[in-house]
């Protein structure tokens, strides 16, 4: 017994020096920093000042739709000759819608979101001291600086960034011909994608690895909270779906550098055939969107999973259909490897084709609709806390109510022949992937701030920031739905010259007024969260009052995460308001054998494991 | 309740750890899986653009065929190498990680003729897609054979610094992971290579 306790001694020592260790100088410490909850910070602050940039593209683009005689010399200054007159460059329109779509798709809603709260929220809710492998981690994150500086850079460029939209279908993106930023603009739209797929991938490979082999004592995957079932399932997904747009690129760069013919086949340029011969443009397409499908889902599960552990917290209620959600979640990964046909009804693919990728298309909205459902029946008369947190995660779940709804309609192979890039896709895509994403994304920033920073937002100014967002984001793309299905057509740079359209200027003036409001939102939003980096209030260390392990931690976790031991886990996460206990919430650390008074008959087994022996030697859990 | 009691209550109900493997060896078959997905996204597009007809019809060198010969039997010497480890023969682990590498190197050179073979019969890099697709899939297995004769000379200068034994197995038997499987690989694509052409 002596012994057992001086082991215990030399063990928390030993821990203790484990962390003491990490802790070096400013370059390793901010910079190169191998600390996962740094490099979620580092996603984080890269992800957003993306966001201000894509964001900004979509005013500039916007005002060019809502108000097209408006005199634009005052831009002169940040975007030079690309205001003619007064007047915006076709071209650089078409290049800041795809630089928008880029960088939101990727740059924020991928890296910025699952690579924040992924590397924030997996070792910490699962109980580990770091990744798998904190070295390929930090790798993830520069991999990614590095395509941003790619990215960044190609906005400068004399001839313009990447213009062909963000699915740089070819032959526009293979020629350098075909406009001006098919030159050198989308050759390092492809170097920073190649390097963006190589941060992805090093990020998810890791996540995964971490979830199965680093959970702590008790962690079974039935006792994992939601966000990490999400962040596991997207990695899986990303990890299966992302060497094939590496692929794809990989041909294009060939095609565009060394003159092969997979994309490319009898082009005449001025009356003069060019030497591709052979090559098929839909095969890029096919490609594409192979990616491109499970993408969106890659964008939006953690948003989802996010939204989970927030609404259960907020709700003071146990999450309904904890199953049904892990279910679903795998439904959807397992689905939406076979639906990506969908974006390609109108490219004259056999009629049959189109309608088994209908079939399969409309049944993915079975899970999606089970997850709304569950969000809905948790906060059913639950004890609703109305933090900015639980405002964004039930934003989430309106707006993706509000575009899965038209995604049924446009998975129908006959309707998307009139509704196929029109502005109805626009408005569906927004709604359910970028919008309801970016409510996730701010869901986990404003209840987990105290958890990134150690101090709290300003709870009026979130307020401010949802509802700016919430009836900005509404009143921009709602409207967008009735241009669709008059046939407005997307990613044109001026629709006055068409007589269909002339009704349409005050609708688009509505939508850029709207959607200059709502990114006012986001510059108060902005203010708030680099104040509060360091003037916030400081953080209680349970804000929330929540289940999860994270907030068994100190208010700035050093590098190992907890001090002494890791707690071990003895119930799954969402024991809220259960009948009998004292306090509306059971933290998973506190065992059931103390909790007598509020354990389900069906715990009594457990209750027995924990106080006797261990009988056959088996495991508690799994 | 005596205090020994107490710290065995304490003990048991401490939960048992969840299963867990080496994250290492974890991290290498999930590297493994992505970049099959990659030559499987590579050899589909091939199959779709193949369905599409204006076909060129792509005989494979026969330096192939040795070249698949060379990556089998360097297979055989990397396994014989992680045998001789576990036995702690360290003359013989030398002998046979080395002769992995060279076989390796042979194959990369003999990869690089049978792309010359191709060029003799008027098949090129640019061209009629059928023939890109063969460079693009050996090249880009070669670039990948490249990162495992990398490895396999760290491996062998970790034999040098005594570094691997039979107590300590990891890396010389996630080296032959990787061997085993691009090996695996290049006789995957080959054979596919000769069915659809
Ligand atoms: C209820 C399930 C859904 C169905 C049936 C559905 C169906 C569709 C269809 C058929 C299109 C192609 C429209 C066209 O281009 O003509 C489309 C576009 C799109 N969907 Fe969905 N969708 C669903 C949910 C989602 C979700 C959950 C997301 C993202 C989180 C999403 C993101 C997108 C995006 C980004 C596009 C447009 C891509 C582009 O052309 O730029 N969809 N959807
Ligand atoms: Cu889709």
Redesign the pocket.
């Known amino acids: 017994m002596e012994a057992n306790t001086e082991q215990a001694v030399a063990h928390a020592h030993d821990v203790h020096h484990d962390h003491e260790h990490h802790e070096g100088n400013f370059i390793t410490t901010y910079v190169f920093s191998q600390d996962h909850k740094m490099i979620a910070r580092q996603f984080l602050i890269t992800g957003l000042l993306w966001a201000l940039i894509g964001g900004g593209l979509s005013i500039v683009f916007r005002l060019q739709l809502g108000f097209p005689e408006m005199d634009m010399s005052f831009l002169e200054p940040f975007f030079g000759k690309w205001i003619v007159d007064g007047k915006m460059d076709p071209e650089f329109y078409l290049a800041a819608v795809t630089m928008h779509?880029t960088i939101m798709v990727f740059f924020l809603l991928t890296a910025g979101l699952s690579g924040t709260f992924s590397n924030l929220l997996i070792p910490l809710q699962i109980g580990a001291r770091d990744m798998a492998s904190p070295f390929l981690n930090m790798l993830s994150y520069w991999a990614f600086f590095l395509s941003s500086v790619f990215m960044f850079i190609s906005l400068f460029l004399e001839t313009g960034p990447a213009s062909g939209g963000?699915?740089i279908y070819p032959p526009l993106s293979a020629l350098p011909q075909a406009m001006s930023g098919s030159g050198l603009g989308m050759t390092l739209w492809l170097i920073a994608m190649a390097l963006f797929i190589a941060s992805v991938l090093l990020g998810g490979i890791n996540y995964i690895s971490t979830v199965i082999n680093m959970r702590t004592r008790g962690m079974s995957f039935g006792r994992m909270p939601l966000t990490i079932w999400a962040f596991f399932i997207t990695a899986i997904i990303a990890l299966l779906s992302f060497p094939v747009l590496f692929a794809a690129a990989l041909l294009l760069i060939f095609d565009r550098s060394f003159g092969t013919s997979f994309f490319l086949s009898d082009i005449y340029i001025g009356g003069e055939a060019l030497q591709h011969v052979g090559g098929s443009p839909l095969l890029f397409q096919h490609l594409f969107w192979f990616l491109?499908h499970p993408e969106?889902?890659i964008?939006?599960l953690p948003a989802l999973g996010l939204a989970s552990e927030v609404i259960a917290t907020n709700s003071r209620k146990p999450i309904f259909g904890y199953k049904a959600m892990i279910g679903s979640m795998l439904a959807i990964a397992l689905l939406s490897f076979i639906v990506w046909a969908?974006?390609m009804?109108v490219t004259g693919m056999n009629p049959f084709l189109g309608s088994v990728f209908m079939l399969l298309?409309?049944i993915?909205?079975i899970p999606?609709a089970v997850k709304a459902f569950n969000y809905i029946t948790t906060l059913w008369k639950g004890n609703i806390v109305f933090t900015p947190g639980m405002l964004f995660a039930i934003g989430l779940v309106s707006l993706f109510i509000s575009?899965?709804v038209t995604?049924?309609i446009?998975?129908n192979s006959a309707l998307?022949i009139q509704?196929?890039?029109t502005y109805y896709?626009v408005a569906?895509?927004h709604l359910?992937?970028g919008a309801?994403?970016f409510f996730g994304m701010m869901a986990g920033v404003y209840h987990w701030f105290p958890k990134l920073f150690g101090r709290m937002l300003d709870e009026r100014l979130g307020y401010i920031h949802f509802w700016m967002t919430f009836i900005g984001v509404y009143l921009v793309f709602f409207p967008m739905h009735y241009l669709g299905i008059s046939g407005f057509p997307r990613r044109y740079y001026s629709f006055t010259n068409f007589d269909a359209f002339q009704g349409y200027v005050e609708l688009n003036e509505f939508i850029s007024l709207a959607a200059i409001m709502a990114f006012i939102g986001q510059l108060i939003f902005g203010f708030n969260f680099f104040y509060s980096m360091f003037r916030g209030r400081l953080a209680p260390k349970n804000p929330w009052r929540s289940n999860t392990i994270e907030w068994t931690t100190e208010r700035f976790p050093g590098h190992g995460n907890w001090k002494g031991e890791i707690p071990a886990v003895y119930r799954w996460p969402y024991d809220y308001s259960k009948p009998g206990a004292a306090e509306d919430f059971i933290p998973q650390t506190t065992p059931l054998s103390e909790t007598p008074e509020s354990n389900l008959p069906e715990e009594q087994e457990q209750v027995d494991r924990e106080k006797g022996a261990p009988a056959d030697g088996e495991a508690i859990n799994l | 309740m005596t205090g020994q009691e107490q710290l065995l209550m304490q003990n048991y109900q401490a939960p048992r750890r969840p299963l867990s493997m080496n994250p290492r060896k974890f991290i290498l078959w999930l590297f493994i899986v992505s970049i099959s997905m990659l030559f499987a996204a590579l050899t589909s597009a091939y199959m779709v653009r193949k369905s599409e007809g204006n076909w060129l019809n792509v005989e494979m060198p026969t330096l192939f065929w040795i070249s698949s010969a060379i990556i089998l039997i360097s297979s055989l010497t990397m396994h014989l190498a992680v045998r001789s480890a576990g036995k702690d023969d360290f003359s013989k682990l030398k002998t046979w990680i080395s002769l992995t590498l060279v076989l390796g190197l042979g194959f990369l050179i003999t990869q690089y003729m049978g792309w010359s073979e191709l060029v003799t019969s008027n098949v090129y890099f640019v061209g009629n897609p059928a023939g890109s697709f063969v460079y693009v899939f050996s090249g880009l297995h070669g670039l990948h054979i490249v990162s495992g004769i990398v490895f396999l000379a760290i491996i062998f200068y970790l034999v040098l610094a005594q570094k691997v034994h039979s107590k300590n197995m990891n890396s010389v038997q996630m080296c032959a992971t990787f061997w085993h499987f691009l090996d695996g690989l290049w006789l995957y694509l080959f054979t596919f290579l000769l069915l659809n052409h």
Do not use: E, K, Q
């Open positions: 779509g963000w699915v491109g969106v889902y964008i939006i969908h974006h009804f298309t409309l993915i909205a999606s575009g899965g995604g049924i446009l998975g998307d509704l196929h890039d896709v569906h895509f359910v992937m309801s994403a």
